[in-house]
């Protein structure tokens, strides 16, 4: 039985405002398609990946990937990133039993962190993530409060009334890759897809879909190299990652 990777990959980058997909953005000089594919190869605990790509660049994807020492097959992603996810998830076959979903917007992620959640899955948790505990005091605000100011605007005068203070110490930052088996992935997502064409609303990660069915979620310890390049501002946080490696 094999591990297949679903890296994400066809996403427009908007909040990083660059003109190209984010995939393709260079990081030290290297596409970030390259960088995160080579995080899941190099973990040795993955057999394939299957790569969403932004549609109609399936040529680019596979240039932007160069060579790798695992097969990497390319499709069209979706409008969201589940339904991304979902397109991934239809090349995966019997002959698999446990399923990554990874952001190539988190490269850096280490591979001992990939093999670390593929060991978690194959030890028997079906659904499992990275996580991290959270340094910041977290508050939720108002529902009724406006959409917050993009990242470097400062000029929209946004305040936004808090409501509470959420407890800290039971909270994780989550990253990927997250681990899943197969065939509850494949459920999850069945009925996932159903409820956000209902409510117009995609889940923001694969884990939450596995929640909605009532199966329980683990968390690994994640790493803070798997940072998610977002904005221009996580970029250049990543670019000096890498020098330092
Ligand atoms: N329709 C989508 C949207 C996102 N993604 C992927 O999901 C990961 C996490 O998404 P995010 O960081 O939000 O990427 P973008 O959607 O490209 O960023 P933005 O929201 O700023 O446009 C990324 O690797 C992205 O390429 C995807 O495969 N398909
Ligand atoms: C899946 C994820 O990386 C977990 O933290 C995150 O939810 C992706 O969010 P995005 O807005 O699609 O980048």
Redesign the pocket.
């Known amino acids: 039985m094999t591990t297949l990777a679903i890296l994400t990959a066809a996403?427009s980058g908007t909040r990083l405002g660059r003109e190209i997909p984010k995939a393709f953005v260079p990081v030290g000089g290297v596409p970030m398609i390259a960088l995160a594919a080579r995080g899941l190869a190099d973990s040795g605990a993955v057999d394939a990946v299957v790569v969403t790509s932004p549609p109609g660049r399936a040529a680019d994807m596979v240039a932007a990937l160069g060579a790798l020492p695992i097969p990497v097959e390319v499709v069209d992603g979706g409008s969201t990133?589940q339904a991304s996810v979902a397109a991934g998830l239809r090349r995966a076959d019997a002959s698999t039993d446990v399923v990554l979903?990874h952001?190539a917007?988190?490269p850096l992620a280490p591979p001992a962190l990939v093999a670390r959640v593929v060991a978690a899955v194959r030890s028997g948790h079906p659904a499992v993530v990275p996580g991290l505990p959270v340094t910041d005091t977290i508050k939720r605000v108002a529902p009724d409060a406006g959409a917050p100011a993009p990242p470097g605007d400062d000029t929209t005068p946004v305040v936004e009334r808090v409501v509470d203070t959420l407890d800290r110490t039971v909270l994780r930052?989550?990253?990927?890759p997250?681990g899943f088996d197969r065939e509850l992935l494949q459920r999850a997502h069945a009925e996932g897809a159903a409820r956000a064409a209902a409510e117009h609303l995609a889940a923001?990660?694969?884990a939450g879909l596995v929640e909605a069915l009532g199966v329980p979620v683990h968390l690994v310890r994640g790493d803070s190299a798997a940072l998610?390049i977002?904005t221009p501002y996580d970029l250049a946080v990543a670019e000096l990652l890498l020098e330092g490696r």
């Open positions: 996403g990133r979903v952001d917007a988190r930052a989550v990253q990927t997250q923001t990660d694969d998610k977002t």
